[in-house]
T-cell receptor
Framework: GENVEQHPSTLSVQEGDSAVIKCTYS??????FPWYKQELGKRPQLIIDIRSNVGEKKDQRIAVTLNKTAKHFSLHITETQPEDSAVYFCAARDFGNEKLTFGTGTRLTIIP | DTGVSQNPRHKITKRGQNVTFRCDPISEHNRLYWYRQTLGQGPEFLTYFQNEAQLEKSRLLSDRFSAERPKGSFSTLEIQRTEQGDSAMYLC???????????FGNGTRLTVT
């Protein structure tokens, strides 16, 4: 089955700087890669996703890049703000399989 | 659209007791998922429904766990003879079609004492 590894487990960034979180996956058939943000005691919320036919996707301060050959994808947050502090999870799923496999999460702290 | 609703939010039970959780998906979402999340970990897949049919179950779902979605709308997850290792956040999610993003509920936090 799919295995998703996520790094780093914790990340502290000065407000205004950029943050990068990286994930690798094992199943070359995976073709859908979402990122979720989870604040303390709240539900995971989708912030951005990318499919394997695209190498990069941007939404305002958030971007995701995908390298299918290397089987890794990354989340980039620019101009970080205190409200970006949360736990971020990457995930992977292959076409025709409804099961999302999640990484272990990255706790991002934005230092004012 | 009020989002995915889960009840109760918290459940404390003694070891050996049975518990049941409920999930109401976003209306018209025919796919419903149950995940379990323990502290410091990502959500782990438990099971998935398309309408009323349970199409996939994880090996994590032991014989003590059973899930139903009798009318293709709300779903229940029952854990029989609870164990301390069952303590976790149980998350429900729904999606409208295959390949669509999952929308999660706020979860039910289970504590087994």
């Amino acid at each position: 089955g799919e295995n998703v590894e996520q790094h780093p487990s914790t990340l502290s960034v000065q407000e205004g700087d950029s943050a990068v979180i990286k994930c690798t996956y094992s199943d070359s058939a995976s073709n859908y890669f979402p990122w979720y943000k989870q604040e303390l005691g709240k539900r995971p919320q989708l912030i951005i996703d990318i499919r394997s036919n695209v190498g990069e996707k941007k939404d305002q301060r958030i971007a995701v890049t995908l390298n299918k050959t290397a089987k890794h994808f990354s989340l980039h947050i620019t101009e970080t703000q205190p409200e970006d502090s949360a736990v971020y999870f990457c995930a992977a799923r292959d076409f025709g399989n409804e099961k999302l496999t999640f990484g272990t999460g990255t706790r991002l702290t934005i230092i004012p | 659209d009020t989002g995915v609703s889960q009840n109760p939010r918290h459940k404390i039970t003694k070891r050996g007791q049975n518990v049941t959780f409920r999930c109401d998906p976003i209306s018209e979402h025919n796919r419903l998922y149950w995940y379990r999340q323990t502290l410091g970990q990502g959500p782990e897949f438990l099971t998935y429904f398309q309408n009323e049919a349970q199409l996939e179950k994880s090996r994590l779902l032991s014989d003590r766990f059973s899930a139903e979605r009798p009318k293709g709308s709300f779903s229940t997850l029952e854990i029989q003879r609870t164990e301390q290792g069952d303590s976790a956040m149980y998350l429900c999610a729904s999606s409208p079609t295959s390949g669509s993003p999952l929308h999660f509920g706020n979860g039910t936090r289970l504590t087994v004492t």
